[in-house]
């Protein structure tokens, strides 16, 4: 395990050949767009290269993989993108791997044990990184790396819009975008909304509640409600980060039944309060403005936990 | 009325003194941050500037006057920005105004009648060329000005989502982010929501119907339904994108009550679907892909025709 510097990254991609890039599980833009960039631009070079994802692409993002068909060859370097830790590779994308040679990510807190890592934590996508090593390998841009990068740095960044957005995200997708279609891309990553969702938002607004003279707003899904619905695990996600839209709300808070008799329980806070902080109260942790936890019971005994330790806190 | 060039346009504000920056009814982000970076810029070459707006500002876009103070002085050189037509411009703009010397614009059709035009129709926001002619005035970028900017060009393309958006657009952004707390107009633009709003989302969500095998999809809202919420002009406006997000719909139509008796259409299509086609046989009209009309009659009479319209046209 050594820290590399990225020109050392991009000599170990153009002495080496027979590449495995790995993603992670429940992937998204990010991981998939930096493997699919990565394998066209290791392929231009003459090499042979594969993506390992763990289950079926999201029906969303499938339009990364348009052009791309799985080669034969046994493979002989292992580099994960976008993988904050062992954790979260899966046993399908592990078949066969019994070392991961490079790890490259943004992630500040990264436990990948590669023999050699570069990681980036200024990048606001994995793909930001991506872009500067297809250019360092001298690879021109074509729809397939472009369209990879641009879904990686649009969709980290919630195009464009999150926090974590930098003049470097603008300056990539401004490089990018004229070599992809990325009107389609931001179409089905940022507007198209499935009619599931829709219903989904719709129960999330009628069983919105207020607490703390309007500052805690608490939103819940069970079990028979996500059944009724047949949303995806990416759309229950997703209402993490309703209730804090609200004007005027400083803690947004979303209870999600599991079937073990507990509720997944989302925290999204504005105006410096702990999410963390609260979330520990419970066994959770996370960051100061996102972090989570679980809580045993009823939703009618959990919600009164919840809104006693936030009448507390606010 | 003569068309210019960019130089040309930079060389006049140079020459000049004593503006009167003339914004367009129903202000928004492009026309405010436009008026109010290139004012702030023209007070830093030592000159008099004030923005003319008509109306009080909108209540999230009041930052973008934080620091700036009307300033006492006869008006001598009237420039408008963001203004496409001589009807945008309001009685309280007009006063004491009887001509326009420069007018500096985007829209592609622009019937403004000003001694000097310069349009550039390229540019996705005014806001756009405003950040060249602030850059050829020789102008430091400061706060003021940068937010400007920023708001322009950011909420002219529903923050660097929409079609419009172009490798300028990113590049602008970029160069001015550095110098304004952008995270912050992100949330008062993009983030936050009124409950107002989230009132209004639930019940277009509740009447909203399916025809032509879910290619169509219709919402209205009636005037007890605006009474009944609060909500502002501003906030039914943005309710016309909403049933042409859903999956599989090719045609969104939003009705809306006016007090005269009839209802305001907004047609909004994909898929090369002819949405100013479509009002024409109301007698409106518009673009190709977003388009309007008023119909006379009563909630049911109006859904009546426009749906026997859409299955016509599906």
Same mark, same amino acid.
């Given at each position: %395990?050594?820290?590399i510097?990225?020109?050392?990254?991009?000599?170990?991609?153009?002495e080496?050949?027979?590449? @495995?890039?790995?993603?992670?599980?429940?992937?998204d &833009?990010?991981t998939?767009?930096?493997?699919?960039a990565?394998?066209?631009?290791?392929?231009?070079?003459?090499?042979?290269?594969n993506?390992?994802v763990? &289950?079926?692409?999201p029906?969303?993002?499938?339009?990364?993989?348009?052009?791309?068909?799985?080669?034969a060859?046994?493979?002989?370097?292992?580099?994960?993108?976008?993988?904050?830790? %062992? /954790?979260?590779?899966g046993p399908?994308?592990?078949?066969?791997?019994?070392?991961?040679d490079?790890?490259?990510?943004?992630h500040?807190?990264?436990?990948?044990?590669?023999?050699?890592?570069?990681?980036?934590?200024?990048?606001a996508?994995?793909?930001?990184?991506?872009?500067?090593i297809?250019?360092?390998?001298?690879?021109?841009? #074509?729809?397939?790396?472009?369209?990879?990068?641009?879904?990686?740095? /649009?969709?980290?960044?919630g195009?464009?819009?999150?926090?974590?957005?930098?003049?470097?995200?603008?300056?990539?997708?401004?490089k990018?975008?004229?070599y992809?279609?990325?009107?389609?891309?931001?179409?089905?990553?940022?507007?198209l909304? /499935? @009619?599931?969702?829709?219903?989904?938002?719709?129960m999330?607004?009628?069983?919105?509640e207020?607490?703390?003279?309007g500052?805690?707003?608490i939103?819940?899904?069970?079990?028979?409600?996500q059944?009724?619905?047949g949303?995806?695990?990416?759309?229950?996600?997703?209402?993490?980060?309703?209730?804090?839209?609200?004007?005027?709300?400083?803690?947004?808070?979303t209870m999600?039944?599991?079937p #073990?008799?507990?509720?997944?329980?989302?925290?999204?806070?504005?105006? @410096?309060? #702990?999410?963390a902080?609260?979330?520990? @109260?419970?066994?959770g942790?996370?960051?100061?403005?996102?972090?989570?936890c /679980?809580?045993?019971?009823?939703?009618?005994?959990?919600?009164?936990?919840?809104i006693?330790?936030?009448?507390?806190?606010?």
């Amino acid at each position: %395990m050594r820290k590399i510097t990225l020109t050392e990254t991009v000599a170990l991609l153009l002495e080496n050949d027979n590449y @495995r890039i790995l993603t992670h599980t429940y992937p998204d &833009g990010d991981t998939l767009g930096c493997a699919f960039a990565l394998c066209k631009a290791l392929r231009k070079l003459g090499k042979n290269a594969n993506v390992a994802v763990e &289950g079926d692409l999201p029906a969303k993002l499938r339009y990364l993989a348009n052009h791309y068909r799985e080669q034969a060859f046994t493979p002989a370097y292992i580099v994960s993108v976008d993988v904050a830790a %062992m /954790s979260l590779l899966g046993p399908q994308v592990m078949e066969g791997v019994d070392h991961i040679d490079l790890c490259i990510d943004h992630h500040r807190v990264n436990s990948v044990e590669a023999d050699n890592i570069y990681v980036d934590p200024t990048a606001a996508a994995a793909a930001e990184i991506i872009y500067e090593i297809v250019r360092y390998l001298g690879v021109e841009l #074509d729809e397939d790396i472009a369209q990879g990068i641009y879904t990686g740095v /649009s969709t980290d960044t919630g195009c464009f819009c999150y926090t974590n957005t930098t003049e470097r995200t603008h300056t990539v997708a401004a490089k990018v975008m004229g070599y992809c279609n990325w009107k389609e891309i931001n179409n089905i990553n940022f507007v198209l909304k /499935s @009619r599931a969702k829709i219903k989904l938002e719709r129960m999330i607004y009628e069983n919105m509640e207020f607490y703390a003279g309007g500052q805690c707003a608490i939103v819940y899904t069970t079990l028979s409600m996500q059944e009724a619905l047949g949303t995806t695990d990416d759309e229950l996600e997703g209402i993490a980060s309703i209730p804090r839209q609200i004007e005027g709300v400083k803690m947004g808070i979303t209870m999600r039944e599991k079937p #073990d008799g507990t509720f997944k329980i989302s925290v999204r806070t504005n105006d @410096r309060i #702990d999410a963390a902080a609260f979330c520990a @109260r419970f066994g959770g942790g996370g960051h100061p403005a996102a972090a989570g936890c /679980s809580i045993e019971g009823t939703l009618g005994s959990v919600k009164e936990q919840l809104i006693r330790a936030a009448e507390e806190t606010l």
